[in-house]
C-alpha cells in the first residue's frame, strides 16, 4: 500500500518559519505538491513541483514559500518563511504518478499573531 507521511507542522509566531517535508512509497511519479485548507474554507492549492523540477506557487505565497524535491528520496519539501496567521491551515502532501493521485493526511500548521 502506497504511504504519503507528511512532518514539520507545528505552532510558530507570525514572521516565523518552518519546514515541512512529504514522503512517499509511490513510484512513477509525476508530480508533488502542497495543498491546504483553514476550518470552513476549501482546500487550496500552495505550491506543485514537477518531476523535472518546475513549479508552480500559489499568489499568497509567492516570494515567501519554496517547494523542492529530492527524488532519489521521493520527498518533497515546503520551506515556509516569513509566515502569517492566515497561513494558518492543514497542510496536504499530493503525489500524482501515472496511475492515480495520494494524499497525506495532513500536518497542522498554527501561526500565532
Known amino acids: 500500500q502506497v504511504q504519503v507521511a507528511e512532518s514539520g507542522g507545528g505552532l510558530v509566531q507570525a514572521g516565523g518559519s518552518l519546514r515541512l517535508s512529504c514522503a512517499t512509497s509511490?513510484?512513477?511519479?509525476?508530480?508533488m505538491g502542497w495543498y491546504r485548507q483553514a476550518p470552513g474554507k476549501q482546500r487550496e492549492l500552495v505550491a506543485t513541483?514537477?518531476?523535472?523540477?518546475?513549479?508552480n506557487y500559489a499568489d499568497s505565497v509567492k516570494g515567501r514559500f519554496s517547494i523542492s524535491r529530492d527524488n532519489a528520496k521521493n520527498t518533497v519539501y515546503l520551506q515556509m518563511n516569513n509566515l502569517k496567521p492566515e497561513d494558518t491551515a492543514v497542510y496536504l502532501c499530493?503525489?500524482?504518478?501515472?496511475?492515480?493521485?495520494?494524499w497525506g493526511q495532513g500536518t497542522q500548521v498554527t501561526v500565532s499573531s
Open positions: 499530493k503525489t500524482d504518478t501515472f496511475f492515480r493521485t495520494y
Open positions: 509511490a513510484f512513477s511519479i509525476t508530480s
Open positions: 513541483i514537477m518531476s523535472g523540477g518546475s513549479t
